[in-house]
Nanobody
């Protein structure tokens, strides 16, 4: 069992930056692939960034070059550094842990990009 708690969301102006953090509890954190998803109002949840247990990363095209995902297996955290934020980045951001057939979700943190 893995519990995930996101933090770091808030209101930011276009062009600004935010750093989201996801804290995990439970065992074998290092064996999970960790991801950030987001869901804007009226839209489906979409993958933003993913980092595997081995440290390989992939990003949605819409955030490449602006967002960076990282993990700390000692602290059991995964962060999402978001730069050059745009209004279309406004969404609830969710942390996800997956391994084999198991997947866990946090409750989400709201990011609002607006002037």
């Amino acid at each position: 069992q893995v519990e995930l708690v996101e933090s770091g969301g808030g209101l930011v102006q276009p062009g600004g930056s935010l750093r989201l953090s996801c804290a995990a509890s439970g065992s074998a954190f290092s064996m999970y692939a960790m991801s950030w998803y987001r869901q804007a109002s009226g839209n489906q949840r979409e993958l933003v960034a993913r980092i595997t247990s081995g440290g390989s990363t992939n990003y949605a095209d819409s955030v490449k070059g602006r967002f960076t995902i990282s993990r700390d297996n000692i602290k059991k955290t995964v962060d999402l550094q978001m730069n050059s934020l745009k209004p279309e980045d406004t969404a609830v951001y969710y942390c996800n842990a997956d391994r084999l057939i198991r997947a866990y979700w946090g409750k989400g943190t709201l990011v609002t990009v607006s002037s």
